[in-house]
């Protein structure tokens, strides 16, 4: 199951992992069963995903394909085996 979430929505998800595919970038995120999949405010749901280790925690950051627009989450977990 796949729960379609807007980027000005997802405010303060933890995530735990993601996957990026040709139907956009998926995230496990705590404290739901389903994976999210990202929606762009340009209705795109395509993301460049970095994931940054700071002193304050890992984040996840990912900017929109299409208008650049950014978001960035506290991480927790790794992301795909294949790097
Ligand atoms: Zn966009």
């Known amino acids: 199951m796949v729960r379609d ?3 000005e929505e997802s405010l303060g998800l933890v995530v735990k992992g993601w996957r990026s595919t040709d139907e956009g970038l998926f995230l ?37 394909h299409g208008c650049n627009e950014q978001m960035t989450y506290a991480y927790e977990g790794s992301g795909p085996a294949v790097r």
């Open 28 to 64: 496990r995120v705590q404290g739901h069963q389903e994976e999210v999949r990202l929606i762009s405010g340009c209705g795109r749901c395509h993301w460049i995903v970095r994931e940054q280790y700071r002193a304050e925690g890992p984040k996840l950051v990912v900017t929109c």
């Open 5 to 7: 979430v807007p980027i």
